[in-house]
């Protein structure tokens, strides 16, 4: 089955822009969802499709997918966005959603 | 407003069954497919099960597979997952969510979840 590699933990001070990464087997060719959960709490979607921002999610939040690596950014980094995020794509073989192991954001 | 409510978890010993509801409000229910997606504790997310709007295709992970049934009723606007044969791995919190009829769509709507504990 596919397997998404995301590092546990990031670490990024107010203001500066945190990149969160998602690894995968050519995974450039596949839809990259994004999911923000913060504790004790449902998750969020807040990119889909690589790149799109569900309305309500701050223009902060972008998207990338390239090669084996799609990404989530984040600019001017809040103590609000301090959670966990998971990406998330659809195995063409089973048909079947995959979650990455998720990333705790902490804003130092 | 979208809504969904999931409910129905509590404590069960290990091998008992336990039925999950998740109440939908908010959209047009009968055109989604609709999930169910565990965390269990201090851990990360994991597909459960998914059914289409017509009940006509239902696929389930292969740690829940012929033990767990997923359902729905339309006119109730409402999703289920049958629980049985249930083991200490099961232990989670259970969250409804729903995806659209796209191809790969995302998971766009979520309950607040519902815990299940397996222990004797």
């Known amino acids: 089955s596919y397997v998404l590699t995301q590092p546990p933990s990031v670490s990024v001070a107010p203001g500066q822009t945190a990149s969160l990464t998602c690894g995968g087997n050519n995974i450039g060719g596949k839809n990259v969802h994004w999911y923000q959960q913060r504790p004790g709490q449902a998750p969020v979607l807040v990119i889909y499709?690589?790149?799109d921002r569900p309305s309500g999610i701050p223009e902060r939040f972008s998207g990338s997918n390239s090669g084996n690596t799609a990404t989530l950014t984040i600019s001017r980094v809040e103590a609000g966005d301090e959670a966990d995020y998971y990406c998330q794509v659809w195995d063409n073989s089973s048909d079947h959603p995959v979650f990455g192991g998720g990333s705790k954001l902490t804003v130092l | 407003e979208v809504e969904l409510v999931a409910s129905g978890g509590g404590l069960v010993k290990p091998g008992g069954s336990l039925r999950l509801s998740c109440a939908v409000s908010g959209f047009s229910f009968s055109s989604y497919n609709m999930d169910w997606v565990r965390q269990a504790p201090g851990k990360g997310l994991e597909w459960v099960s998914s059914?289409?709007?017509?009940?006509?295709?239902?696929f389930y992970a292969d740690s829940v597979k012929g033990r767990f049934i997923i359902s729905r009723d339309n006119a109730k606007n409402s999703l289920y997952l049958q629980m049985n044969s249930l083991r200490a791995e099961d232990t989670a919190v259970y969250y409804c969510?729903?995806?659209?009829?796209?191809?790969?769509?995302?998971?766009?709507?979520w309950g607040q979840g519902t815990l299940v504990t397996v222990s004797s």
């Open positions: 499709y690589d790149r």
């Open positions: 969510a729903s995806h659209g009829s796209g191809s790969y769509s995302p998971f766009d709507y």
């Open positions: 059914i289409n709007g017509g009940s006509t295709f239902r």
